[in-house]
């Protein structure tokens, strides 16, 4: 189940995405979200929806995005169905964007990106990331520092430097558009 909310995060609702799992979840217009998970027999699928309050379609162009499979979770799938495993058997998040590529964190604290899915690059080695998420500029980074109590988030192909203080470490998400980040910690949604 995904939860929306049209207020800036004041309310929430449940609406189905008609997937029985969700491996990637992205907003792509002020209303337009899609959503990339399984099937009922367990293979990839995508639907989408134009706004929160409109029913959910499937479309067959799953293997035109980035996603991480349903199936194993450590293999990465690329535009185009270039597969690789950026992190050998241990990818502890995922993140995408038709314009920046995608990143993992990998179980050994490694941050690694790519452009096309053939290769990746490591970025940071032993990184204490905790979440990975995306926004219309580029990819998002969280991780505990200690200019603030609790997640910093940065991104990772800034436009503008700097980052936001989020005020608990726990389940951490992260995503943005234009110049709005919402980090979402524990209980608590922010919006900056």
């Known amino acids: 189940m995904v939860e929306v909310t049209t207020n800036g995060g004041k309310t929430w609702r449940r609406v189905d995405p008609q997937l029985r799992a969700l491996v990637r979840l992205q907003a792509y217009g ?8 399984a099937d009922a027999a ?3 699928a995508y639907t989408s929806t134009e706004s929160p309050d409109r029913r959910w379609h499937s479309a067959p162009v799953v293997w035109d995005t980035w996603f991480s ?37 990998c179980g050994d604290g490694r941050v690694r990106v790519s452009t096309t899915g053939r290769t990746w690059r490591t970025i940071q080695s032993r990184s204490t990331a905790v979440a990975l998420g995306s926004s219309d500029r580029g990819l998002l980074l969280a991780y505990p520092s200690a200019s603030c109590q609790g997640v910093v988030v940065r991104k990772l192909r800034a436009t503008t430097g700097g ?30």
């Open 69 to 105: 499979d349903p199936k194993d979770p450590a293999r990465v799938h690329a535009p185009g169905g270039r597969t690789s495993r950026p992190c050998g058997d241990a990818v502890r998040a995922f993140s995408a964007t038709s314009r920046a590529g995608a990143a993992v964190i």
């Open 163 to 192: 980052g936001s203080c989020a005020e608990e470490l726990d389940a951490v998400a992260i995503a943005g558009h234009g110049t709005t980040t919402w980090a979402w910690v524990g209980d608590h949604m922010s919006v900056r």
């Open 30 to 37: 002020d209303h337009s979200v899609f959503a990339v998970g």
């Open 42 to 44: 367990c293979r990839p």
